[in-house]
C-alpha cells in the first residue's frame, strides 16, 4: 500500500500560480506506477486533473487545465508535482494525488483505477 502526502496549497489571486507537491512512500518510481491529480470543489464531483506514468514519464490532462497546468515527477524525491498557471477562480477546490500500479496513464482519469489516496490540499483563487 502506498502512502500520499500533498502540500503546497494555498491562497492565490486569480492568474496567479502554485506548484502542488505529492510526496509517495511504500514504493520507488522505478516501479511501474502511475500517479494522477484530481480535485474536488464544493458542491461537485471529484474530477481527474492530471497523471503521469512513473514508467515512461507520459502523461494526460483534463481538457480544462491542459496547456495551463504540468504534471512532472523527481524519481530521486519519489515526488509528483503539478505546476498550475494562469489561475482561475474555477480551479478553486481540494486536490488530491492518488496511486496506481500500471505501466500506462489510466484511460480518462478514472478515479475508481486509484487504489491509494492522500489527504488533500486546498487551492484557493481570489478573482
Known amino acids: 500500500e502506498a502512502q500520499l502526502a500533498e502540500s503546497g496549497g494555498g491562497v492565490v489571486q486569480a492568474g496567479g500560480s502554485l506548484r502542488l507537491s505529492c510526496v509517495v512512500s511504500g514504493f520507488t518510481f522505478d516501479e511501474n506506477w502511475v500517479i494522477g491529480w484530481f480535485r474536488q470543489a464544493p458542491g461537485k464531483e471529484r474530477e481527474g486533473v492530471s497523471e503521469?506514468?512513473?514508467?515512461?514519464?507520459?502523461?494526460d490532462y483534463a481538457d480544462s487545465v491542459r496547456g495551463r497546468f504540468t504534471i512532472s515527477s523527481d524519481h530521486a524525491k519519489n515526488t509528483v508535482y503539478l505546476q498550475m498557471n494562469s489561475l482561475r477562480p474555477e480551479d478553486r477546490a481540494v486536490y488530491y494525488c492518488a496511486a496506481t500500479f500500471g505501466t500506462k496513464v489510466v484511460v480518462e482519469l478514472s478515479e475508481q483505477e486509484f487504489d491509494d489516496w492522500g489527504q488533500g490540499t486546498q487551492v484557493t483563487v481570489d478573482s
Open positions: 503521469i506514468a512513473t514508467y515512461d514519464g507520459s502523461t
